[in-house]
């Protein structure tokens, strides 16, 4: 059993909880001495067993694709069995605990489907061995079925591990390369921070699992998990991408937005200097983007009470993009610092930006659209205060009279259109997690 397997079990046993239990009686059962190669049979030398198991495996993924669930699930546990049998050399028969376990999972049956997730993480282990880079992406899988179906006590372990060798990896090459700087009869060369070709597409892999676990611990409130998961990534993809790219960038702005969870406002300004200052190096004049790092940057200044700098980066935003043809920049930049001149109580330089922001809102969206109930409430406050009692009471009355039918349209559609929005995406993620995994590595 390799390193990692051990290193899952003792932690859970600690911890009381009876982890990869199913992984455990498989153990019992198979001869750990077994080579891996044992099981890697040519095409035509594979034994009866195995393409029975194949034909079992085909004919239930097969069912599962065509939603016959009770099918697919009678073929795959059945195609699991079989392959308990052959062996845990095989790295191909993991595919059917993995796809039980999806299968179980589009079917809300949580608990059940656990076990052959953690079944099928044990059998890529086994054939795998100590070659851990190649278990990533599958530690990341189980990390985020176990945060988000149930079992985030177990996710902490497994993820502590994912870190332990991501950080290992990169400080490894970071020395090799150094070695190599420092040979007897070289030049002496300093380690110019990038990775060597062959292992960057890994070591970006590995960066972005760790961004995309990073979102999942803060959205659950675990803002220390998420810190280490982000500035382990950061660390990563400044050796392989360099210092110039836009994904360097997402990494400043999410330790940015965790330092303003933290209520690190100055540690949050500094990050998100750096997010807008490679963005405006790397991206198109006029991105959006760049004004979604400007208004970022904004926040962590008035959190800080440096007001008069925020209001010079929201003015910078509407003259750049002023002219834009959907102005939609240009009216979230106008919105934004009016609503911080009303807080500031500067009522009457709040009015020109909130009427102009509500005038490109209702050019975009039309004149009944909920999109602009926000922009006839904060405009309406304004002129209250600004003397204008008559027309700011209008503008609150025309919000309210907007926010019940948009309400009732959305209760309307509630059962139907959200619901089934939840299934399909619940099904797609557990049936194909690869289509997941490839939307994913283009952050």
């Known amino acids: ?48 067993e ?39 050399g095989d790295i191909r028969i993991a595919k059917s605990p993995g796809d039980l376990g999806r299968l179980l999972a589009v079917r809300g049956r949580f608990k059940e489907a656990q076990q052959y997730l953690e079944e099928e993480f044990y059998f890529k282990d086994r ?10 992406l599958d530690m990341e899988d189980l990390i985020r079925f176990y945060l988000t179906c149930g079992s985030a006590e177990k996710a902490k372990p497994l993820t502590s591990d994912l870190l332990d060798f991501v950080q290992g990896k990169f400080k490894e090459q970071a020395e090799q390369e150094a070695k ?47 810190d280490k998961l982000y500035k382990t990534a950061l660390d990563v993809k400044a050796t392989v991408l360099g210092k110039k790219h836009l994904s360097l960038a997402n990494s400043y702005d999410n330790l940015g937005g965790l330092c303003l969870k933290k209520k690190e406002a100055k540690e949050a300004e500094s990050y998100f200097r750096e ?27 008035v959190a800080q009470g440096k007001i ?22 240009e009216q979230r930049a106008l919105f934004t610092l009016g609503c911080l001149y009303a807080d500031q109580k ?7 930006m909130l009427r102009r922001a509500l005038h490109i809102a209702e050019r975009t969206n039309g004149g009944q659209s909920d999109a602009l109930v926000p922009y006839l409430k904060k405009y309406g406050y304004v002129l209250y205060y600004c003397g ?6 209008n503008l609150q009355a025309r919000a309210n009279y907007i926010s019940p039918v948009v309400k009732e349209l959305q209760a309307e559609v509630k059962v139907g259109k959200l619901t089934m929005g939840k299934l399909t995406t619940a099904s797609e993620t557990f049936k194909d997690p690869s289509r997941r995994l490839k939307t994913a590595r283009t952050n």
């Open 127 to 136: 054939a795998i061995g100590e070659d851990v880079g190649k278990m990533v």
């Open 275 to 301: 997010a807008l200052d490679i963005t405006t190096r790397v991206a198109e004049p006029g991105d959006p983007t760049i004004y979604k790092r400007m208004d970022r940057l904004a926040s962590s200044l």
């Open 308 to 329: 008069s700098e925020a209001e010079q980066i929201y003015l910078r935003a509407i003259r750049t993009w002023q002219n834009c043809v959907t102005g939609s920049v």
């Open 180 to 226: 190599q700087s420092l040979e007897k009869g070289k030049t002496l060369i300093g380690w110019a921070g990038t990775a060597a070709p062959a292992v960057q597409d890994p070591l970006l892999d590995w960066a972005i699992s760790c961004d995309k676990l990073g979102d999942l611990y803060r959205d659950r409130g675990d803002l220390e998990t998420s």
């Open 1 to 48: 059993m390799s390193t990692l397997i051990r290193s899952l079990i003792r932690r859970q046993r600690h911890q009381r909880v009876a982890a990869f239990s199913i992984a455990l009686a498989i153990a019992a059962l198979l001869p750990s001495t077994q080579p891996v190669s044992a099981y890697f049979y040519a095409a035509n030398n594979e034994p009866p």
């Open 388 to 393: 204008q009692k008559g027309q700011g009471q």
């Open 346 to 352: 500067r009522f009457g330089s709040a009015a020109p």
């Open 50 to 88: 195995f393409k029975h198991w194949q034909q079992t495996q085909n004919q239930g993924a097969a069912a599962f694709e065509a939603n016959e669930f009770t099918k697919a699930e009678k073929l795959l546990k059945a195609a699991t069995e079989e392959a308990r049998n052959i062996g845990p």
